[in-house]
């Protein structure tokens, strides 16, 4: 098992050589040694849906549903009215609208599953 330290300095090398790839892999590396910080979950579920793995990013995401963390929930509700999940993503941007009721970029998001 690496360090969390060594960990981020492989993700630091891979961004620093825009390897998406290698980044990825240290994001999930960084998961499974239990480091579960919600920027490490945001980013990687940016790269899943760069290399199209959209139904990864949703699963990645789902995990951390009840962190109430609006960046997540955003990009799940995104996520999941592109899958054609309507009736979700509307839940998950009205969960998010209740933690941010005044966040333009969420009632946005929301009008335009309706």
Do not use: C, W
């Amino acid at each position: 098992m690496q360090s969390e330290m060594d960990l981020r300095a492989r993700l630091e090398a891979a961004i620093s050589k825009q390897d998406e790839q290698g980044a990825i892999n240290a994001y999930e590396d960084l998961l499974l040694n239990g480091v579960n910080d919600t920027a490490i979950v945001n980013n990687l579920s940016y790269l899943y849906v760069n290399q199209g793995q959209i139904h990864q990013a949703v699963e990645l995401l789902s995990k951390f549903e009840d962190r109430d963390n609006l960046s997540l929930l955003n990009q799940l509700g995104h996520l999941t009215k592109r899958l054609g999940e309507l009736d979700r993503a509307m839940r998950v941007f009205e969960k998010a609208i209740a933690l941010s009721p005044e966040d333009a970029e969420t009632r946005n998001n929301f009008a335009l599953v309706l």
